[in-house]
């Protein structure tokens, strides 16, 4: 037990370290410049979902109203318990002060010990950004020394026993706390790598129960390499120069892991989510499980968009004019304007519209291709009709008519987008040679709608030798 006037000098020391920064800001407040420069603190980097949860704590501590003023102010406690001690002379207050400033002062270090051990130099940076990380440190311990003093005022010594269990109690939370965190292994190398049995996979298919029948190393092993890829197979390549450090086999194998728990999350910086076929090695049944499931939200999501797009259909077949004349085929379906604002009667040559096209031209023709601008993305109802002779314009019920030239090389010309068909059949009845391409539109200056199109297409497709651009409305 210290004697009385050793405890009076720290409990003055203990006021005078924790007024100090007070005395200091005063000042600068009363004498320093105005407009001086004002200090902050900001996010310097992004946390991937489920990382540096410490960090995401102390944010959480910080928006309780009040919260922030006494890890910033630990004077507001120690100067009235100082007062107060010199008034009543009790251990008591001593043992009041720690107890108020303990939660404030190590709450934030014990969170910070918890993501480095769980997360590393990621959360880190977080926590202490190299512009500022110093002066925070600075300051964190600074306000632990009045705490400190307070403490060896305070505290009456006893055995090594009792010293010790406290240390445990205060240093053990920091290592069980990465408990779940496998420690480094050392699995991988391009030599290993290169030796793997990959009899295990067929095809493109894996099979489950070769995998469950490897060894857990051999699983392990087989997993890294799958996700180290072309990295591991050719570490002289230069690809690695654009690419960064690579990863080690823990952090990996953690994201593997998580995988197998399900856990749906952006993973860090450099690091991206191991697929089905990757991390179906860690935990195979698992794996599988996964994969069904997947399919059956799958084949859920496609039947309720069939659905949608037949009801969508069911509608532009409803709003599809009749013909004046019986075409040879008709054929109504839905087509989205696509990122291009377009699609083709024909097959474009390569390189051509890789730029989109000017949405005030309606039709655009080159090398016997006729593009049909849709000035949208969104859907549009389109109809088509095939005739072996011309027949008569239809003007009514349309904004605008074009007619422009078509050939058909190999006399299936058809609907296409992106370089793709489109399903709709083709439009040539009479075989290859020259045609007519009649376009009509309607609903191009109406806004997009969500429940049906609001822009509808007739193509009406004849034998003609004419290459002539006319617009008959």
């Not at 269990?165 to 391009?190: C, I, K, N, W, Y």
């Not at 987008?417 to 009479?430: K, R």
Request: net charge positive; proline share 7%.
């Amino acid at each position: 037990m210290w004697s009385p006037r050793t405890q009076k000098r720290l409990w003055i020391a203990a006021a005078v370290v924790s007024a100090a920064p007070l005395v200091l800001m005063l000042g600068y407040v009363l004498f320093g410049p105005s407009g001086g420069q004002k200090l902050g603190f900001g996010i310097t980097g992004m946390v991937a979902l489920g990382q540096c949860q410490g960090w995401q704590q102390q944010g959480h501590l910080w928006s309780l109203p009040g919260y922030g003023f006494f890890p910033q102010h630990p004077w507001a406690i120690v100067l009235p318990a100082f007062v107060m001690w010199l008034v009543v002379r009790r251990r008591a207050v001593g043992w009041a002060a720690i107890a108020l400033l303990t939660p404030y002062l190590l709450i934030e270090p014990l969170l910070f010990g918890y993501d480095v051990a769980r997360w590393g130099s990621t959360c880190a940076e977080l926590w202490y950004p190299l512009q500022l990380g110093t002066r925070q440190i600075f300051w964190q311990v600074y306000d632990l020394v009045p705490l400190v003093l307070i403490l060896a005022a305070t505290h009456r010594p006893g055995r090594a026993t009792v010293r010790t269990a406290a240390a445990l109690l205060v240093t053990t939370p920091l290592f069980a706390v990465a408990g779940d965190r496998d420690a480094p292994v050392p699995l991988s190398s391009p030599e290993a790598c290169r030796n793997i049995d990959w009899t295990s996979e067929a095809g493109n298919e894996i099979s489950v129960r070769a995998v469950a029948g490897m060894s857990e190393r051999e699983r392990k092993l087989t997993y890294l390499c799958r996700v180290r890829g072309f990295s591991m197979r050719h570490p002289e390549s230069r690809i690695l120069r654009f690419t960064g450090g690579q990863p080690s086999d823990a952090i990996l194998l953690d994201e593997g892991r998580r995988a197998c728990d399900g856990e749906r999350r952006i993973p860090p910086q450099g690091i991206r989510m191991p697929s089905f076929r990757e991390y179906v090695y860690l935990c195979p049944k698992v794996a599988v499980a996964h994969q069904r499931e997947a399919e059956r939200a799958r084949a859920k999501a496609d039947a309720e968009y069939e659905r949608r797009r037949a009801k969508v259909k069911a509608f532009c077949e409803q709003q599809a004019p009749e013909a004046n004349a019986r075409p040879v085929r008709e054929f109504t379906d839905v087509l989205s304007g696509d990122l291009m604002r377009a699609y083709h009667v024909g097959e474009l040559p390569e390189g051509a519209g890789s730029e989109g096209f000017p949405t005030d031209d309606l039709v655009i023709t080159q090398d016997g291709t006729a593009t049909v601008t849709t000035d949208t993305e969104d859907r549009i109802c389109l109809t088509v009709r095939a005739y072996r002779r011309e027949p008569p314009p239809d003007l009514d019920g349309w904004d605008r008519v074009v007619e422009v030239g078509l050939a058909s090389p190999d006399g299936r010309t058809t609907i296409m987008q992106m370089g793709s068909p489109s399903g709709f059949p083709a439009l040539t009845a009479a075989g290859q040679g020259r045609y007519r391409l009649r376009v009509h539109v309607t609903g191009r200056d109406l806004p997009d709608s969500w429940v049906h199109p609001a822009q509808r297409h007739l193509l009406v497709v004849f034998p003609g030798s004419s290459e002539k651009r006319e617009v008959l409305k």
